[in-house]
């Protein structure tokens, strides 16, 4: 499933052709994904404006000056497509349409935003804006790792006591909002830490050590435009290349680039973890 940096990227992707556009037309080709689609949605959206693109965890949130807000989640395999604008310097032509484009949104200006999902694990849903923090997806959702909440002294706090592995607790959405499997295998290695460790028996010097290390992590995935190992796409439909820069994951039985011991793999609760048996401890 796409992590934090891929869902960023797809965000900063889409601005050019729905931050302050027009919906002029909401085509919905079938009434479910994931789940069924929000009643009267091609209706709700159909003249709206789209006054912010957001981003709350692995989740986009375009807020409408009608109140609602509408969100996207992009699954294991949704793309958010861009055509008809310039992105990156260059004019994207509107493409044929594909047996997957499930809703595609005609933005004024030009634009064309189409949500592409060969397998349907993606979302769509209409909520008000002023109350999206109590909606199903949202409810719970730890601080963002990128904001001004995250710091050294609330992960400190939040990891006290706890005797789960350190590589469970960061995933742990109510913690911390957005990191994946991927990218905190990524920061434990950086940090030195073995992803078994119990959380609450890492010194208070070696959590705090984690923030900046997250931080820095992320913003260099977002950089690279994320990590394209299976399905994920930019919204210009390149490949992000930040898996190019993998320090350990996904790198089993290859050498550390620190030290030369062999990567090693193992499962915690149903996932991959990778890590480097000399250098994190």
Same mark, same amino acid.
Request: aromatic share 4%; glycine share 12%.
């Given at each position: 499933m796409?992590?934090?940096?891929? !869902? &960023?990227? !797809? =965000?900063?992707?889409l601005l050019p052709a729905m931050e302050g556009a027009r919906i002029e037309q909401a085509v919905l080709n079938r009434p479910d994904l994931r789940w069924p689609l929000p009643e009267r949605m091609a209706e709700?959206?159909?003249?709206?404006? !789209? &006054?912010?693109? =957001?981003?709350?965890?692995k989740y986009i949130l375009a807020d409408l000056d009608t109140g609602e807000s509408l969100l996207i989640h992009l699954g294991m395999s949704g793309r958010m $497509?861009? @055509?008809?604008?310039?992105? %990156? %310097?260059?004019? $994207?032509?509107?493409? /044929?349409?594909?047996?997957h484009d499930h809703v595609v949104l005609h933005m004024s200006g030009g634009g064309r935003v189409t949500f592409n999902d060969a397998r349907r694990f993606g979302a769509m849903d209409l909520v008000r804006t002023d109350r999206e923090a109590a909606h199903w997806l949202l409810a719970g959702l730890g601080p963002e790792p990128l904001g001004n909440m995250f710091d050294e @002294?609330?992960? *400190?706090e939040k990891l006290r006591g706890r005797a789960t592995p350190i590589k469970a607790a960061l995933l742990d959405q109510r *913690? #911390?909002?957005? $990191? %994946?499997? #991927?990218?905190?295998?990524?920061? $434990?290695? =950086? /940090?030195? #830490?073995?992803?078994?460790?119990? /959380? %609450?028996r890492i010194s208070a010097k070696r959590v705090a050590a984690l923030v900046p290390v997250i931080r820095t992590v992320l913003l260099e995935a977002i950089e690279a435009g994320g990590s394209s190992l299976r399905d994920h796409r930019q919204a210009d439909g390149e490949l992000g290349y930040f898996q190019h820069a993998f320090r350990v994951y996904d790198?089993?039985?290859?050498?550390?680039?620190?030290?030369?011991?062999?990567? =090693?793999r193992i499962v915690q609760s149903g996932r991959s973890s990778f890590f480097c048996p000399s250098c994190q401890k």
């Open positions: 796409p992590e934090l940096p891929e !869902v &960023e990227t !797809v =965000r900063r992707g709700r959206l159909e003249g709206a404006t !789209v &006054e912010r693109l =957001r981003r709350r965890s $497509l861009v @055509s008809g604008v310039m992105l %990156g %310097g260059f004019h $994207l032509d509107h493409p /044929a349409p594909q047996k @002294s609330y992960l *400190i *913690i #911390i909002a957005g $990191l %994946g499997n #991927i990218y905190v295998s990524e920061v $434990l290695f =950086r /940090a030195g #830490i073995d992803p078994r460790r119990q /959380a %609450g790198r089993e039985d290859e050498p550390c680039v620190t030290c030369g011991t062999a990567i =090693r």
